[in-house]
């Protein structure tokens, strides 16, 4: 099933739960960390269901759907894409880690750090997204299994989290492809 972005600003959740039944779900869950920019939540509610993720946690002080912003920006993938909200990173990782053997990547630029290109993708795999300006919280990458980045080579230190997120994504499904399909 396939809707253009009319039909899924449109759709009702009643509807479409019967042909959610259908959608295919990676063993990929995205965690955002204190997301602040609503457009950027709604931005990565639409990367979460191009690839297909399994779970998007929201964590920490951001907002939730049903926002207007988050819902004008998801283009309404937020009724389609499984979602929850939890208080802090932490207990989406207990959680994850509690029923299923899951790797935890955060993407962030940090000494520990490898280049997203040369990381190791098993999974299921938890990927983490941080703030726009402050990034993933110190506190989280010690709790994670690794931290990739990628590579800037201009004066600009960063690129916006969706930019981000998509790079990463899509590198770890291209990576991961035979156990995807």
């Not at 997301?35 to 929201?58: E, P, Q, S």
Request: with cysteine; aromatic share 8%.
């Amino acid at each position: 099933m396939k809707l253009n972005a009319r039909q899924l600003r449109e759709v009702s959740e009643k509807e479409i739960s019967d042909k959610l039944k259908g959608i295919k779900r990676r063993p990929i869950y995205f965690i955002l960390e204190n997301v602040y920019d609503t457009y950027n939540v709604g931005g990565l509610f639409r990367l979460a269901d191009a690839i297909g993720v399994a779970k998007l946690y929201l964590c920490g002080e951001m907002e939730t759907p049903p926002n207007h912003k988050i819902k004008k920006a998801s283009i309404g993938t937020y009724k389609i894409v499984p979602w929850e909200y939890r208080q802090s990173v932490k207990e989406a990782i207990e959680e994850l880690r509690q029923n299923y053997k899951i790797q935890i990547i955060a993407v962030e630029q940090d000494k520990n750090s490898v280049s997203y290109a040369k990381a190791d993708y098993s999974l299921p795999v938890a990927l983490i997204f941080g703030n726009e300006t402050y990034g993933v919280h110190p506190e989280t990458l010690k709790l994670v299994d690794q931290i990739v980045e990628i590579p800037m080579w201009g004066v600009n230190k960063s690129l916006n989290v969706i930019v981000s997120a998509a790079i990463v994504s899509y590198h770890m499904v291209g990576t991961s492809a035979g156990h995807l399909s």
